[in-house]
């Protein structure tokens, strides 16, 4: 995949539900990690059509605990000022997003891979599902239809981010 389809920010976080009576969301880091948010200072918080409609906020303080971790944002200093945002998305720069570690890769950069079997073409990425155990790979087949393929090293083989390709290499999965 060209640098050019890649997203310059990524979804880094949702915010939860309000904790505590200062305006605290729940947050709800997708990698895990906190430290890559709180260091932003500001975020773009997605609106309802996500990144589309996204606006820059201020970050007051991140504070995490044995609840997990949650956010105040400048200018949402109650409970019923905060609970406006419960649901959305957090997008950060691609700069500054959690360093992805060997085998990791962002669900960005998944969405719109080519899909092969045998080195052939076979579709394409639509979405990525967060699944239970393993996430699921929405294949949109070329010959019509779809498919939902767990993020497994027994279905799948090579991702390779430069060429923008995910290799199936269990095909019975797709049918």
Same mark, same amino acid.
């Given at each position: 995949?060209?640098?050019?389809?890649?997203?310059?920010?990524?979804? $880094?976080?949702?915010?939860?539900? #309000?904790?505590?009576?200062?305006?605290?969301?729940?947050?709800?880091?997708? %990698?895990?990690?906190?430290?890559?948010?709180?260091?932003? =200072? /500001?975020?773009?918080? =997605? &609106?309802?059509?996500?990144?589309?409609?996204?606006?820059?906020?201020?970050?007051?303080?991140?504070?995490?605990?044995?609840?997990?971790?949650?956010?105040?944002?400048?200018?949402?200093?109650?409970? /019923?000022?905060?609970?406006?945002?419960?649901?959305?998305?957090?997008?950060?720069?691609? !700069?500054?997003?959690?360093?992805?570690?060997?085998?990791?890769?962002? $669900?960005?950069?998944? #969405?719109?891979?080519?899909?092969?079997? &045998?080195?052939?073409?076979?579709?394409?990425?639509?979405?990525?599902?967060? =699944? =239970?155990?393993?996430?699921?790979? /929405?294949?949109?087949?070329?010959?019509?239809?779809?498919?939902?393929?767990?993020?497994?090293? !027994?279905?799948? &083989?090579?991702?390779? !981010?430069?060429? &923008? /390709?995910?290799?199936? $290499?269990? %095909?019975?999965?797709? !049918?």
């Amino acid at each position: 995949m060209n640098d050019t389809r890649k997203p310059n920010y990524l979804a $880094v976080a949702r915010l939860g539900s #309000v904790r505590g009576l200062e305006g605290e969301l729940r947050l709800v880091s997708y %990698s895990g990690e906190f430290s890559h948010i709180a260091r932003a =200072g /500001e975020i773009l918080v =997605g &609106g309802p059509l996500g990144l589309e409609d996204a606006r820059p906020m201020k970050i007051l303080h991140v504070l995490q605990g044995g609840w997990g971790a949650s956010i105040v944002f400048e200018g949402y200093g109650t409970p /019923e000022e905060a609970r406006q945002l419960a649901g959305r998305e957090v997008f950060l720069p691609r !700069e500054q997003a959690c360093p992805k570690k060997p085998g990791e890769y962002y $669900v960005a950069d998944l #969405v719109g891979m080519i899909v092969t079997v &045998g080195g052939l073409r076979v579709g394409v990425i639509a979405a990525v599902i967060g =699944g =239970g155990a393993d996430d699921l790979l /929405e294949v949109r087949l070329d010959r019509g239809g779809a498919a939902l393929v767990p993020f497994r090293k !027994e279905f799948v &083989g090579n991702v390779d !981010e430069e060429k &923008g /390709e995910l290799e199936i $290499v269990s %095909s019975w999965i797709l !049918e």
